[in-house]
């Protein structure tokens, strides 16, 4: 709401009233006006729930206060676009970056460390280890790139101005317990915060492809997606310690998911099991249109994780069942399948998908599911409901369509991913609704 209501404000002169959830007027008055906007904007506290409820309930939050001034909602809103604006108000700075802390701590014992480390919020809340001078210098040594190269600027939650360095990381790896042979992948991974966040409980995963895996000694077998390898556990945790420090993230501060979700413990760090691919069968980093021999990191967001339950029977193909389970998949269009190596070979040598590609193509002319658990979902509603609403296919024909009518909600056999991992001892799968994003060279901060 702040970036709208900015950009309205600052390049077209049209004032705004922001309308907001209650319960998070305040990062738009506070960090993101700070950060963010540099330019105060007049917010209006709305009730929450304002959907799933009926319309009398609705009726009472216009009947009721504005939780910022106190007045009337209408009564707010009509002086946010009435009143001139205060010596206060007509600031357009731009923002301040966030002041860095000093970048040593006076020495102190181990306990009283850890507890200021977790009073700052710089930990998971479990003890790190501490980034002395000498661990860092150490650390360093896994890149050629200078300690104070600047990674990234607009690194703070929802775009806000928080720039932090090689040698930051490297303190982040340190507190991880990383070996400087994984700095690469850390920086790499940094240079992507940050992270998405929601006041839903969306989340992110991490697929590293490249040769990278075997050097660092990432799983890709035998419980690849659980914390059974030192690599995938460690940079798992050193994103939770970047979501925290590089990008600031608190929830009821700067960040407000209802629920979070379970994968932010870790960011589930999988390594593909390229040596188990059947044949054409591609690595994603080479159905991206990278080099086999690179090394890349691509992060995956999305919402729902869904587990197939018991391996694969005989009597009913697990494409089908993966078609199915697509069906309480369908906000975003977008589907990745992570399957153990058994499932590939099945799918591959039983079923006749002889690529990838061809599996997604097959989902995407076979998943359907109903127009109204489509257009039910909120995250679909909000985002393809205004497309649909300016005469974009196929959200526009999917909204004349009745409730109960079919549609194939997976239109784009691009966005459906297949990631092979595992160990071969049950043939087994996970299906999400997650969506690639651009893979991210590791070689590059080698």
Known sequence: MSRFSGALERQYG????????ENIVSFGLGDHFRYSTGMPLRFVGMPYPFTGIKKENLQAYLEGKDNVSGKPIMQAIADCLTKPLTAEEKKTDVPPEAVPESRFLPPDTEDNLQRLFKDKHWTDYTPVLLPTEERVAAMLKGTSHKPDELVKKESGTFGTSRPFT?????????????????????LALASQVPYMDSTTSNATFVLVNGPIRKKIGMNSGIGALGPNAEANSVIGRAMVLMHKILQGYREGVSGFSSLSNPLLYSYMPIAENEEALPEGWKPVHVQMGRKAEESVVTLFSGWNFVNCSGSVV?????????????RVLAAMGSATIIMDPSVAYQLKNTQEFETKEALAEWLSKNAETTAGTYWANSIASGMMGPLGKQGLEPYAGWQKASSDTLIKHLPNPRNIRTIVAGGE????????DFMAGRGVSIDAWR
């Open 14 to 21: 049209i004032p705004t009233a922001s309308l907001a959830n």
């Open 166 to 186: 090689v040698e930051k990381v490297a303190i982040i790896a340190v507190m991880a317990g990383a070996k400087p042979d994984y700095l690469p992948v850390i």
């Open 314 to 326: 005989e009597h009913y193909a697990p494409q089908l069942l993966m078609r199915d389970f697509t």
């Open 425 to 432: 001892t049950a043939s087994v799968w996970f299906i999400t």
